[in-house]
């Protein structure tokens, strides 16, 4: 299945590229921190999005649509920022997904690519191959921490303090720290590169002995561990068996 072609993919790669080069290859600190919606670092840092863009892409009006609306973001990205000053992560977050939707609007707008709109948002959810990775990353992600969770739980009543602030912060990286890794031994596993995953089991294991102030016994990092790996694999083996025999 062709979403675009050739030229229509690099054009957007272009555009991408033109976006991290200005918005953090060649904006400083000093521009962020002294932004604001008519000040020199403001128009400084606009000037060299439209620049970039148009060297990148050679088109003027794209390049100029996207300066604009790259102004308009980040001055109320400022405006934001100042009245929620607790709220940076989420701020930029919202600031650099308004970005790309800017670039994905114009380069859509430029290779009149609305009518393969629906049809691109719908693939994971029509395409059976697509669906069914979906399934298996979100698998992983989210019921699979619920039930590793479940199942070791008798070991953390009776080897943590779950009730201290500390532990709570290491039960909550412990948890982002296993969704990575699944998500990582998935895409291995489905890329076939089942000599990657050594390395990253041997990566892990080198950083848990190395931390000797760690507060997990050492029991309930390993059932966890390797309840992770175990179903992350065996789901990635599934997941590549069904998409090449899907009868």
Same mark, same amino acid.
């Given at each position: 299945?062709?979403?675009? #072609?050739?030229?229509?993919?690099?054009?957007?790669?272009? =555009? &991408?590229?033109?976006?991290?080069?200005?918005?953090?290859?060649?904006?400083?600190?000093?521009?962020?921190?002294?932004?604001?919606? +008519? @000040?020199?670092?403001?128009?400084?840092?606009?000037?060299?999005?439209?620049?970039?863009?148009?060297? &990148?892409?050679?088109?003027?009006?794209? @390049?100029?649509?996207?300066?604009?609306?790259?102004?308009?973001?980040?001055? =109320?990205?400022?405006?934001?920022?100042?009245?929620?000053?607790?709220?940076?992560?989420?701020?930029? *977050?919202?600031?650099?997904? +308004?970005? /790309?939707?800017?670039?994905?609007?114009?380069? /859509?707008?430029?290779?009149?690519?609305?009518?393969? &709109?629906?049809? #691109?948002?719908?693939?994971?959810?029509?395409?059976?191959?697509? @669906?069914?990775?979906?399934?298996?990353?979100?698998?992983?992600?989210?019921?699979?921490?619920?039930?590793?969770?479940?199942?070791?739980? @008798?070991?953390?009543?009776?080897?943590?303090?779950?009730?201290?602030?500390?532990?709570?912060?290491?039960?909550?990286?412990?948890?982002? *720290?296993?969704? /990575?890794?699944?998500?990582?031994? +998935?895409?291995?596993?489905?890329?076939?590169?089942?000599?990657?995953?050594?390395? &990253? *089991?041997?990566?892990?294991?080198?950083?848990?002995?190395?931390?000797?102030?760690?507060?997990?016994?050492?029991?309930?990092?390993?059932?966890? #561990?390797?309840? !992770?790996?175990?179903?992350?694999? *065996?789901?990635?083996?599934?997941? !590549?068996?069904? #998409?090449?025999?899907?009868?």
């Amino acid at each position: 299945m062709t979403f675009f #072609t050739f030229q229509q993919g690099n054009f957007l790669i272009r =555009l &991408l590229l033109a976006h991290i080069i200005s918005d953090f290859v060649l904006q400083t600190n000093k521009m962020v921190q002294n932004k604001k919606w +008519l @000040s020199g670092s403001m128009l400084l840092h606009i000037a060299i999005v439209f620049v970039s863009t148009l060297v &990148l892409s050679g088109e003027f009006i794209p @390049s100029l649509v996207i300066a604009l609306t790259h102004w308009a973001i980040d001055s =109320l990205k400022v405006a934001l920022q100042a009245k929620y000053t607790n709220k940076q992560i989420e701020l930029f *977050i919202a600031d650099q997904v +308004l970005h /790309f939707l800017i670039i994905a609007a114009v380069w /859509f707008s430029y290779f009149n690519l609305w009518d393969k &709109l629906y049809s #691109t948002i719908t693939i994971p959810f029509t395409n059976y191959h697509f @669906s069914l990775i979906l399934l298996a990353y979100l698998w992983l992600i989210y019921p699979v921490g619920f039930l590793i969770k479940f199942a070791t739980q @008798s070991i953390v009543q009776n080897t943590v303090k779950t009730n201290s602030e500390n532990e709570t912060k290491v039960e909550h990286g412990g948890k982002l *720290i296993g969704q /990575f890794e699944r998500i990582i031994i +998935l895409t291995l596993v489905l890329l076939q590169q089942y000599e990657a995953i050594g390395f &990253l *089991i041997t990566g892990k294991s080198i950083i848990r002995f190395a931390d000797h102030n760690s507060n997990l016994r050492s029991e309930y990092v390993l059932v966890g #561990t390797m309840m !992770s790996y175990a179903i992350a694999i *065996i789901t990635g083996v599934g997941v !590549s068996y069904l #998409t090449q025999n899907p009868h």
